[in-house]
């Protein structure tokens, strides 16, 4: 049995869900992100108590269990979105759009009318959103040139990857990482 969890977006979102499973002394094959395998454990489904329980400690953290079929495919569009922006240079997929058909087997046109009707935004704006909050991280930490931001995140150019960041945050990238103290992000899981 498996069970799909929502707002699991990096490594130590998986940390943190072991740890709870733990806690609750619960054994499981596998955690990924977005996803408990318990194996056969506990057959087709946890018993009431222990989902009640589980579901209360995945609260705290921000999680919550995906029952939907269409909400499981939603979080595994915002899942790969996020790795493909993260592993970009090591992937041979040349789009976002070729990645997610790669992955899901569905085609693009109800990958992206589903995506806009639960969220209400369309799977490209929210990877902007997601592609904005790495030019964002990137800034901060102050390591690399605009320039090569703009190549490590595959932007056509430093003006497109400016319009873009303006756009977004109202801001440009270079007084964004000028302003040490005001630097906020956004949490990637809640855009």
Do not use: W
Request: hydrophobic share 35%; proline share 1%; glycine share 4%.
């Amino acid at each position: 049995m498996k069970i799909y969890v929502k707002n699991m977006v990096c490594e130590r979102c998986k940390i943190v869900l072991t740890t709870i499973l733990q806690k609750l002394s619960l054994q499981f094959h596998t955690v990924t992100l977005g996803e408990v395998d318990f194996g056969e454990f506990y057959g087709e489904h946890l018993d009431n108590d222990v989902q009640v329980l589980l579901v209360k400690q995945l609260t705290i953290y921000g999680f919550e269990i995906l029952n939907s079929k269409k909400s499981k495919i939603v979080e595994e569009i915002k899942r790969l979105s996020i790795e493909f922006i993260h592993k970009k240079n090591t992937l041979k997929s040349k789009t976002l759009s070729s990645y997610l058909t790669s992955k899901l087997p569905h085609h693009r046109n109800f990958l992206s009318q589903l995506f806009s009707s639960v969220e209400g935004i369309t799977i490209e704006q929210y990877f902007i959103k997601q592609r904005i909050e790495k030019v964002k991280e990137l800034l901060i930490y102050d390591e690399l040139s605009l320039s090569e931001i703009t190549y490590q995140l595959d932007y056509s150019s430093v003006a497109h990857l400016c319009r873009q960041f303006k756009k977004i945050t109202g801001l440009t990238p270079s007084y964004f990482r000028e302003q040490k103290d005001l630097k906020k992000r956004s949490a990637i899981d809640k855009l």
